[in-house]
């Protein structure tokens, strides 16, 4: 079963949608032989029994039996891998149950990281593109702490559900703890029907460049993306941007097929390992490729996962695609669901997931490392490598590896002998490093000004009907003038940021002013001006989203976007990789 990036450390979850559960999954037939003898097995077996019995029969207190069984599951679980998981009889009530509720709420997939004292912070894995939490400026990796006036610190998945499934129309109000960002961040999120597409965006970047971004890889998704390379090639499309960054996963089987679209016959996608034979499996490209020949570039960032990495493994082992951006999630292992009596579920890997080449997409592990441990270890991998071959970002250069202190069980080579690097997750061709953003630009996002502003902005008499029928107009130059701009300045002091000349020391500001703690409450008009360019694209994105659709905000917005601004520089090293073929 390919999810968006889950582990033990997160909870025992499924990928879920507020206010509707998106489960998917890839079955696989296994053959089970117990690893121990008959004999062994049956000892072990009665030496689990009879603690059971102690426990249960003479512990000073009244023992919970049932929960003393899924500990004793969860146990034993927790000595095998970050990804295989226990899934309650009412978790999977509440999967099955959802399937066939309306897709109406907040729209997010989430999972629960875990805090002190058993306490799980409920944790934005994604908004759902387009979606209301899209729309009111969440982001991954947001942490919801309080919904309306309750803490969801503690929260498990039933609460979740409770609070923020509700009917159309209806709202809520959720606190958030952003990454990177001192203040907490405020929503009020109207629920609303979910869409289920799965390409956010599909348009000429170019009278040459077609991009087509996907969020997430569920059952519509290969017609999805079929059907937008065949409409932009009708607008004249000869090279394509595929925008993989922050898709953490979904179906196995349409990881494969999109890469089939890009893939010559007979051309190995991906393969698992087991010591299973049923489970060792390879899957090879067919014939009748929508966009077998023509130069690509995939983008991919640390949010890219699970089928995300099978798609851009496989071009890059083959010299199809250029890869751009950042090192993946490093998800590579195939999980299966084994259900119990209780109506209960081992979601239990069965076998890893390697690129054509030989590459394993999962980041190695310990079993037992905390959370901490796990990333950290991930981090220091990652680095390492990175470091050695572009330290400063840009082309990783494989001739480095003489100098670099690079293993060798890390190197791997392409079908045109270009070097290609292991160690979890899938390192791009081209790395862009993730700089600190603008100070300014960081309070515009993380307080929503942005978007607010834009809502505002739209209801302008006149300006509705003055630009919905010049889609392709507005996209194309529409811009905000000197007087708009200062009035920005305006609104964002009048909703809780203070624009000031200079920036205050931090503990003066503390201090004397309480609303203001917090860089993210302080707007510089020096920095606002020196970050202008970006501030205003963001703002009429937004405004391309009130006015047309969510699709009509990543024309705009991709103009300052860095990664692929520097991926549009790049054309001559992907054609070299088609001409190739």
């Given at each position: 079963?390919?999810?968006?990036?889950?582990?033990?450390?997160?909870?025992?979850?499924?990928p879920?949608?507020?206010?509707?559960?998106?489960?998917v999954?890839f079955?696989?037939?296994?053959?089970?032989?117990?690893?121990?003898?008959?004999?062994?097995?049956?000892?072990?077996?009665?030496?689990?029994?009879?603690?059971?019995?102690?426990i249960?029969?003479?512990?000073?207190?009244?023992?919970?039996?049932?929960q003393?069984?899924?500990?004793a599951i969860?146990?034993?679980?927790?000595?095998?891998?970050?990804?295989?998981?226990?899934?309650?009889?009412?978790e999977m009530r509440?999967?099955?149950?959802?399937?066939?509720?309306?897709?109406?709420?907040?729209?997010?997939?989430?999972e629960?990281?875990?805090?002190?004292?058993s306490?799980?912070t409920?944790?934005?894995?994604?908004?759902?593109?387009?979606?209301?939490?899209?729309?009111?400026g969440?982001?991954?990796?947001?942490r919801?702490?309080?919904?309306?006036?309750?803490?969801?610190?503690g929260?498990?998945?039933?609460?979740?559900q409770?609070?923020?499934?509700?009917?159309?129309?209806?709202?809520v109000?959720?606190?958030?703890?952003?990454?990177?960002y001192?203040?907490?961040?405020?929503?009020?999120?109207?629920?609303?029907?979910?869409?289920?597409?799965?390409v956010?965006?599909?348009?000429?970047v170019?009278?040459?460049?077609?991009?087509?971004?996907?969020?997430?890889?569920?059952?519509?998704s290969h017609?999805?993306?079929?059907?937008?390379?065949?409409?932009?090639?009708?607008?004249?499309?000869?090279?394509?941007?595929?925008?993989?960054?922050?898709?953490?996963?979904?179906?196995?089987d349409?990881?494969?097929?999109?890469?089939d679209?890009?893939?010559?016959?007979?051309q190995m996608?991906v393969?698992?390992?087991?010591?299973?034979p049923?489970?060792r499996?390879q899957?090879r490209?067919?014939?009748?490729g929508?966009?077998?020949?023509?130069?690509?570039?995939?983008l991919?960032?640390?949010?890219s996962?699970?089928?995300?990495e099978?798609?851009?493994?496989?071009?890059?082992?083959h010299?199809?695609?250029?890869?751009?951006?950042?090192?993946?999630?490093?998800?590579?292992?195939?999980?299966?669901q084994?259900?119990?009596?209780?109506?209960?579920?081992?979601?239990?890997t069965?076998?890893?997931?390697?690129?054509?080449?030989?590459?394993?997409?999962?980041?190695?592990?310990?079993?037992?490392d905390?959370e901490?441990?796990?990333?950290?270890a991930?981090?220091?991998?990652?680095?390492?490598?990175?470091?050695?071959?572009?330290?400063?970002?840009?082309?990783?250069?494989?001739?480095?590896l003489?100098t670099?202190d690079?293993?060798?069980?890390?190197v791997?080579r392409?079908?045109?002998?270009r070097?290609?690097?292991?160690?979890?997750?899938?390192?791009?061709?081209?790395?862009?490093r993730?700089?600190?953003?603008?100070?300014?630009?960081?309070?515009?996002?993380?307080?929503n000004?942005?978007?607010?502003?834009?809502?505002q902005?739209?209801?302008?008499?006149?300006f509705?009907?003055?630009?919905?029928?010049?889609?392709?107009?507005?996209?194309?130059?529409?811009?905000?003038d000197d007087?708009?701009?200062?009035?920005?300045?305006?609104?964002?002091?009048?909703?809780?940021?203070?624009?000031?000349d200079?920036?205050?020391?931090?503990?003066?500001?503390?201090?004397t002013d309480?609303?203001?703690?917090?860089?993210?409450?302080?707007l510089?008009r020096?920095?606002?001006?020196?970050?202008?360019?970006?501030?205003?694209?963001?703002?009429?994105?937004f405004?391309?989203?009130?006015?047309?659709?969510?699709?009509?905000?990543?024309?705009?917005?991709g103009?300052?976007?860095?990664?692929?601004?520097?991926?549009?520089?790049?054309w001559?090293s992907?054609?070299?990789?088609?001409e190739?073929?």
């Amino acid at each position: 079963m390919l999810t968006p990036p889950t582990s033990r450390f997160r909870s025992r979850l499924l990928p879920v949608v507020a206010g509707g559960v998106l489960a998917v999954a890839f079955v696989l037939t296994l053959e089970v032989r117990p690893a121990d003898s008959a004999s062994d097995a049956s000892a072990n077996l009665r030496k689990i029994e009879e603690a059971y019995r102690y426990i249960t029969e003479a512990y000073v207190e009244r023992v919970d039996s049932a929960q003393l069984a899924e500990d004793a599951i969860e146990g034993m679980l927790a000595g095998l891998d970050p990804h295989s998981v226990y899934v309650s009889a009412a978790e999977m009530r509440s999967v099955r149950e959802s399937f066939n509720a309306s897709f109406e709420g907040i729209g997010i997939y989430y999972e629960f990281v875990p805090g002190r004292e058993s306490r799980d912070t409920l944790v934005v894995l994604m908004p759902i593109a387009g979606g209301p939490s899209d729309e009111a400026g969440l982001m991954a990796g947001d942490r919801i702490v309080q919904i309306d006036d309750t803490t969801a610190v503690g929260f498990d998945q039933d609460l979740v559900q409770r609070y923020l499934k509700g009917p159309r129309g209806t709202s809520v109000r959720l606190v958030v703890q952003r990454p990177g960002y001192t203040d907490p961040l405020r929503f009020t999120i109207t629920r609303d029907q979910i869409p289920l597409h799965t390409v956010i965006a599909s348009y000429m970047v170019d009278d040459r460049t077609g991009y087509v971004r996907l969020q997430r890889f569920a059952r519509t998704s290969h017609d999805e993306v079929r059907q937008a390379i065949q409409a932009l090639r009708r607008q004249g499309m000869e090279r394509l941007v595929f925008d993989l960054r922050g898709n953490a996963g979904g179906l196995l089987d349409q990881a494969y097929e999109i890469a089939d679209e890009f893939l010559a016959p007979g051309q190995m996608i991906v393969y698992t390992d087991s010591r299973h034979p049923s489970n060792r499996r390879q899957y090879r490209a067919t014939a009748g490729g929508a966009f077998e020949r023509e130069p690509v570039i995939v983008l991919v960032d640390e949010n890219s996962a699970s089928a995300s990495e099978i798609v851009a493994g496989a071009l890059q082992d083959h010299d199809r695609a250029l890869l751009v951006g950042r090192r993946t999630f490093g998800k590579g292992l195939v999980q299966q669901q084994f259900p119990l009596s209780d109506g209960s579920v081992l979601q239990m890997t069965v076998s890893r997931y390697y690129t054509p080449v030989g590459r394993l997409i999962q980041t190695p592990y310990t079993v037992g490392d905390d959370e901490e441990a796990y990333f950290e270890a991930k981090r220091a991998i990652r680095e390492a490598v990175e470091d050695a071959l572009a330290p400063d970002g840009g082309m990783v250069d494989g001739s480095r590896l003489r100098t670099a202190d690079v293993p060798d069980s890390l190197v791997f080579r392409t079908d045109g002998g270009r070097a290609v690097f292991g160690g979890g997750g899938i390192l791009p061709d081209y790395l862009v490093r993730q700089d600190s953003l603008p100070p300014a630009l960081r309070t515009v996002i993380g307080r929503n000004l942005d978007d607010l502003f834009a809502r505002q902005f739209v209801q302008r008499s006149g300006f509705r009907s003055q630009w919905e029928d010049r889609r392709a107009e507005f996209l194309r130059g529409f811009r905000l003038d000197d007087a708009t701009f200062q009035q920005f300045l305006s609104f964002a002091g009048e909703n809780g940021v203070r624009v000031v000349d200079t920036r205050p020391p931090t503990a003066t500001v503390a201090a004397t002013d309480s609303a203001a703690v917090g860089r993210e409450s302080v707007l510089v008009r020096s920095e606002a001006r020196a970050a202008r360019a970006e501030i205003e694209t963001r703002i009429v994105a937004f405004i391309a989203r009130r006015l047309y659709d969510a699709e009509a905000f990543y024309p705009v917005v991709g103009r300052m976007d860095p990664v692929l601004v520097e991926a549009l520089r790049l054309w001559d090293s992907a054609a070299a990789l088609a001409e190739r073929r």
